[in-house]
């Protein structure tokens, strides 16, 4: 896969304020009674004999997925000595910085019709504005749920990868639907119970080590990254109004990482596999 090295900063301040954004069954069947056979029967109700029974419950539908070919994953770490874990801190200990500012997070395998379709539809709503389209959107191969973003010493790294050793993280993530109302951009949130369940893994994973940003709360699809005006606005609006409800699913647990923030996607290494 190709380089993300020269993609745009993608991953700086990843965590928004959560802002809100400001605006943007049926009745039980008739029933009557029957006539007892005594006095003292009370009354029984019944169905009359026109009301159809109750459907069977359905049986959950498993996602569509796409073929193998057509995954879009996370890249593959460069080769070579940058992957060690000497090598690959010290590109961020520069300036007497013995402390770089770290990326942990957590990649899927977009592998679902559901999911790809959604991200089909956002660009097209956003067709009247490619360069917005082309800065904000995240790319393909960035897009992450950030664990832990904050500076950390090469032993507290050594550590995080020794806790990832034996972990069994959640097979998928599932997604709530449309975007979160905040007002920085366009997020995708976390179901209740993937977001309890990935919270409870990052604790496992930092142990000891607190501070930092991310609340395993969302996947950032679109970002201002800076961006003001009309166009912008007009541009998000667009895209929150199409994908409004969109049943967004859920996609396998690929991996989780880690990176120094602001090297490329591919310049990572990886703690866990699924």
């Known amino acids: 896969m190709a380089s993300l090295a020269a993609a745009i900063d993608v991953d700086a301040d990843d965590t928004p304020t959560p802002r809100v954004v400001r605006g943007t069954g049926s009745s039980a069947a008739p029933l009557e009674l029957e006539s007892s056979d005594s006095e003292n029967d009370a009354p029984r109700a019944k169905r009359r004999r026109s009301d159809a029974p109750p459907p069977p419950a359905q049986a959950a539908v498993a996602p569509a997925l796409l073929p193998t070919a057509e995954h879009v994953l996370p890249p593959d770490p460069v080769d070579g000595a940058r992957n060690s874990f000497e090598s690959f801190l010290s590109e961020g200990h520069h300036n007497g910085n013995r402390k770089p500012e770290c990326l942990v997070y957590l990649c899927c395998r977009e592998s679902t019709e559901g999911f790809r379709a959604g991200l089909a539809r956002c660009k097209e709503s956003c067709d009247e504005w490619p360069h917005i389209q082309d800065k904000c959107m995240q790319r393909d191969g960035s897009r ?7 500076r950390l010493s090469a032993g507290q790294v050594r550590e995080i990868a020794e806790r990832c050793r034996g972990l069994s993280p959640p097979t998928e993530v599932a997604f709530g639907p449309g975007f979160n109302n905040w007002s920085a951009g366009n997020y995708i949130g976390l179901a209740k119970s993937s977001r309890d369940a990935l919270r409870a893994l990052k604790e496992e994973i930092m142990g000891p080590i607190k501070g930092g940003k991310a609340n395993c709360d969302h996947l ?33 647990v690929h991996s989780i990482r880690i990176k120094i923030m602001r090297k490329g996607y591919d310049e990572c290494k990886v703690l866990l596999s699924v």
């Open 220 to 252: 950032s699809l679109y970002r201002k990254r800076g961006l003001k005006g009309p166009d912008v606005d007009a541009a998000f609006a667009s895209v929150r109004r199409a994908m409004a409800g969109h049943d967004w699913g859920s996609l396998p």
């Open 144 to 150: 992450h749920i950030s664990f832990h973003k904050g």
